[in-house]
């Protein structure tokens, strides 16, 4: 069967080396940590390896990312030099995935001017000396992700990580796994609601992160459009278990010690793990 892994966020309920045996206990053989300066790498690598997991991807910085589209503003240097970091790091304990954002902001305006790729030009050329893909997320902001994903598109070690939540809860014209499945390097699988103010406004109640089949993606379908496109070894999951969603009737995990989330999100990632399998082609 497939394997599961977990995205693992900086805020964890309990230490870091207890959580991760707590995810391999629960049937998780790998990890995709965010990227932080102080990620401390090297400790979490040895404990993984410990656990006879491994480390997928690493999730690059998402602060700075709308400035990576304009070479003049100071902070894109900032950007892209935290994302070359973050390349080096996956270089050094051969992790073989970067997870990009192209674009951070519900709200924009995408330009009619030639947009300008040099910053991720140089970013893009830095992985491929280094050995290590990019998978970009869809996420709000699709035009930018169309952009850069037809940009290199022929390129082996650029492609798309789908975000099954964020595909169901911002607003977008483009069926991504139609249009960039065949680009597909992971998966970030979570569930929601879509997309919930009547005047159609995403906000922070719409991308929930909870687990699968607690909200009302249909995941059936959902595994047989993924069963049609590049074989994944790993299925991801991006869930919390702390939304940031300010009401109450979305903080369904709240009561759980980390160790009952956690086998709770191993049920349920077996139980898409085990549809992903059976589940014929759609």
Known sequence: ??????SLESQLPCPQAQFITLLHDAGFSAISPVWADDLQLEALADTVAKCNMTIQSLHAPRRGIPQLWDSKDPLSDETANSITDCIDACAEF???IVVMHGWQGQQYVFPDTPLDFSVFDRIVDYAEKKQVAIAFENLEGE???QALLERYWDQTHIGFCWDSGHDQCYPHKIDFLESFGTKLMMTHINDNFGLRDPGGIPGKKDDLH???FDGNIHWESAMGRLKSLPKQ???NFEIKKQTTSPSPEDLIYKDLSAEEFIHLAG???KEIAKLYE?????
């Open 94 to 96: 051969d992790i073989p």
């Open 1 to 6: 069967m497939v394997k599961i892994g977990f």
């Open 267 to 269: 049920q349920r990632a």
């Open 210 to 212: 909870f687990l699968p």
């Open 233 to 235: 070894d790993i299925l």
């Open 143 to 145: 035009e930018y992700l």
């Open 278 to 282: 059976n589940t014929k082609q759609a």
